[in-house]
């Protein structure tokens, strides 16, 4: 009988599926072993061919260890919340609710054509109220607890305030930011208010005044990855730098605990080293440089107090608060000027631009603590609010940013270290800053002929001796931002009374999203939410109106899936401490620095509150390298609707964007398509080449938002689940990323009907033999 895969599939398939062959028990006596891959978000676009690499190689092993007598669990779920649907919902007044639910049923329908041994009675989704009354449960408890630095482990907010009411803020080991000293009687003399704005200094979810990304045009914050340019990769819109009041998670207390975990689980090398980078762990000293002719003072962190001698000038970043109150009347303008220029760049194209040299003089003069020194403060924008204090001592002879600042606007350069067998120079000749790891201090007052490393001891005794400094640690993690002025995601479980936040009781959960008659933010520029009617509690009182982001749902759906049916926990303490952890994930390594940090962030609070008995959520991690597809890109003339054909586009200033590759045929864009393919488009301009519009291209990621995906569809309907499952593993090593290309595919089908043959005859029935076999049969 010739191979029939779809009969064969088709057999198989309902046979999984009426059996529930891959359900999992959380009661068993064999070993168990949990296989996870990082769940999709269904967008209307479908699976594409990269999807399946991964889920391929996560089901073959959970294949394998069912047969090595192994108790498998191996779900699959969906990441609904998203932006793509609630564009699509401002473009059509479709509720998101129906578009995800389309989607989902796509997505379900081409995962059981592939033939996944996925456990569906576990099947979660992040915008079902059952699950994300667990994720609105978690913030109540990241609110009621704060990081206590002696017991290094997240402790209920009650212990806090007992101790303010017993000791004031003496002896607080509580991590956050430094507010007012206080004394037990201080404190219980306080307003309500008054203590609530304390202790939002510790909570580990807080609400502050935050500098974000703000789009006036979609109505909304941006993270760094969604602006180039100061334009939304959406839509190109202007983004601004702009103050506002955002809730946030205090990541930054568990910073030296997520470093010391990479040491325990098996990652590899290169993941670990992007998040220690991310993490970015430095020691050194805090020092204070007062303002001259004031009580103000600069505060600094810097990992070279030993060159602290060679201070020429200092910089602030373009958001710290001193700008205001220090620069003078002459310079004010200037100033002005600059800081409202420099806002609105975000921190990912600063750091990019290290050949752009910028900045204003403020006027102010600060005074170095150790010698004296008279030096000028500057605005920059190369210095980041978000490491450090926002604010550097500027070493131009040891530093490169500070010495091509200096360079440029005529600033003193001291040297102050000499590199191990040279002898003083005359910076003056130099071309850069000196290297300045190894050496002698010289030009450094008490610390001359010292080496670099017993020169920073000795200055960091002086600041502490003088109480002018500490030593001290920092890093590079910042919190985690977690509002978001949108529809299409999770309600916070938070009411305002009197302009401070409480938390709904855990009863009153899940607080469902409500319906809303647009979901476009208001004319006011709030939040979508403040739309609907009736937001507020039983008393009265006035429900948030931002909503949390993507990575909230996906930050624990690993320990969902234990009990996923549970609705009186988040999960029994049955089912985890018998799954404890996911013991293979699998999933892309662009998520190193997003979702793989906050998923152990929360991870390691839920073990901190006793829930999660491992405080590492994955032991291994694989990443499987992109299967990659060929881009077609436009470009669209900055501020207008014109787009200009790649040949001619050197002569304009234009920002590139991504093209559905399904409009491009031979590079040549299909206009009448291209504009009806956005609303944003439908009244586009072009600047033809040859009286055509000819699309630039690039061979990357494939991805829906770059609009380059292949749909595996058409290759399982005439090839079957198998070829394609064993054409994506033959295109090569998992971890490596690979173009897309089907010329293979056909030598795989063959295979299998070799294969096929071999034990299948022509009546359908198995072919047994005791028989060697040939050198022809050996090949197969």
């Known amino acids: 009988m010739e191979y029939n895969f779809v009969e064969i599939e088709k057999k198989w398939q309902e046979y999984w599926r009426n059996n529930k062959t891959f359900k999992a028990e959380n009661k068993s006596d064999k070993p168990k072993y949990y296989v996870l891959d990082m769940f999709p978000y269904p967008s209307g676009a479908g699976l594409h061919v990269g999807h399946p690499l991964g889920y391929i190689a996560s089901d073959i092993y959970s294949r394998y260890k069912r047969h090595k007598g192994f108790n498998v669990l191996h779900p699959m779920g969906y990441d609904a919340y998203g932006l793509p649907a609630e564009q699509y919902a401002i473009q059509t ?71 303010f009411e017993e000791h004031g803020s003496v002896n607080c080991n509580a991590y956050g930011v430094d507010c007012e000293i206080f004394t037990p009687e201080m404190w219980k003399a306080m307003p309500e208010k ?31 990855d969604e602006v180039v340019g100061g334009l939304s990769v959406r839509g190109g819109y202007p983004v601004e730098r702009k103050l506002m009041k955002q809730w946030s998670l205090r990541i930054s207390a568990y910073a030296e605990r997520l470093l010391e975990g990479l040491d325990r689980i098996d990652w590899s090398d290169s993941i670990k080293e992007i998040q220690r980078n991310w993490i970015g762990k430095s020691e050194g000293a805090e020092a204070v440089f007062k303002i001259e002719g004031s009580e103000l003072g600069i505060k600094i962190f810097t990992t070279r107090p030993d060159t602290i001698f060679g201070v020429s000038f200092m910089v602030l970043c373009p958001e710290h608060e001193l700008i205001e109150q220090i620069t003078t009347d002459d310079n004010l303008e200037n100033v002005t000027n600059y800081v409202n220029w420099a806002k609105n760049r975000s921190e990912r194209e600063r750091q990019a631009e290290v050949n752009k040299i910028s900045g204003v003089f403020t006027g ?88 670099v490393k017993k020169g920073a001891e000795a200055v960091i005794e002086y600041l502490e001796n003088n109480g002018i400094g500490k030593r001290t640690i920092n890093y590079r993690l910042r919190d985690a931002i977690f509002s978001r002025q949108r529809y299409w995601g ?86 985890v401490e018998y799954w404890k952890n996911v013991d293979l994930y699998i999933g892309g390594a662009e998520h190193a620095t997003g979702h793989l940090i906050y998923a152990r962030f929360w991870n390691k609070f839920l073990y901190d509150i006793g829930l999660s008995v491992v405080d590492e959520p994955f032991q291994k991690l694989i990443n499987q390298g992109m299967i990659q597809g060929r881009s077609s890109l436009v470009y669209r003339i900055k501020g207008t609707n014109t787009f200009v054909s790649y040949g001619l586009k050197d002569g304009y200033d234009t920002q590139e964007l991504h093209v559905d590759i399904n409009i491009v045929d031979s590079d040549i864009l299909d206009i009448d398509k291209f504009r009806e393919w956005m609303p944003e488009f439908k009244n586009a301009e072009f600047i033809l080449e040859e009286g055509k519009y000819r699309c630039g291209w690039e061979v990357e990621k494939m991805s829906k938002s770059l609009h380059n995906v292949q749909n595996p569809d058409d290759l399982v309907k005439r090839y079957g689940a198998d070829t394609l499952r064993m054409y994506e593993m033959f295109l090569g090593p998992l971890e490596q990323s690979k173009p897309w290309d089907t010329k293979g595919i056909e030598g795989v089908f063959r295979f299998l009907r070799k294969f096929w043959k071999l034990f299948i005859d022509e009546n359908n029935s198995l072919k047994l033999s005791d028989e060697e076999p040939d050198k022809e049969e050996l090949k197969i």
């Open 364 to 451: 102010a003069f600060a005074i170095n603590p150790i010698n004296g020194d008279k030096i000028h403060v500057w605005v920059s924008d190369y210095v980041l609010s978000g490491y450090g204090t926002g604010a550097i001592m500027a070493v131009p002879g040891h530093d490169s940013r500070d010495f091509a600042f200096a360079r440029h606007f005529n600033l003193p350069i001291i040297q102050v270290i000499v590199p191990e067998g040279e002898s003083p120079e005359n910076p003056e000749l130099w071309d850069d800053a000196k290297d300045s790891k190894q050496g002698t201090c010289i030009n450094s007052g008490f610390i001359n002929g010292m080496t």
């Open 93 to 163: 007044g479709q509720h998101p609710a129906i578009t995800t639910e389309k989607n989902i049923a796509r997505y379900r329908e081409q995962l059981d054509k592939i033939g996944f041994s996925f456990d569906w009675d576990r099947e979660v989704r992040t915008c079902d109220p059952s699950y994300y009354k667990w994720t609105q449960w978690t913030f109540i408890q990241l609110f009621n607890h704060y990081y206590d630095k002696k017991y290094n482990k997240a402790i209920h907010i009650n212990n806090l305030i007992k101790h």
């Open 194 to 224: 008054k203590q609530q704005e304390i202790l939002m200094n510790y909570r580990l979810a807080y609400l502050s005044d935050t500098m974000v990304n703000w789009c006036p045009k979609l109505g909304t914050v941006l993270a760094n």
């Open 490 to 575: 999770e309600p916070f479980p938070v009411y305002y009374k009197d302009g401070v936040p409480y938390m709904l009781d855990e009863s009153e959960l899940p607080l469902h999203l409500p319906e809303i008659d647009s979901y476009l933010p208001t004319e006011t520029g709030e939040p979508p939410l403040a739309r609907a009617k009736n937001w507020h509690t039983k008393d009265g009182y006035p429900l948030e109106t931002n909503t949390m982001p993507g990575f909230a749902g996906s930050s624990a759906y690993y320990l969902r899936y234990m009990d996923a049916r549970n609705d009186k926990e988040i999960f029994s303490k049955e089912a």
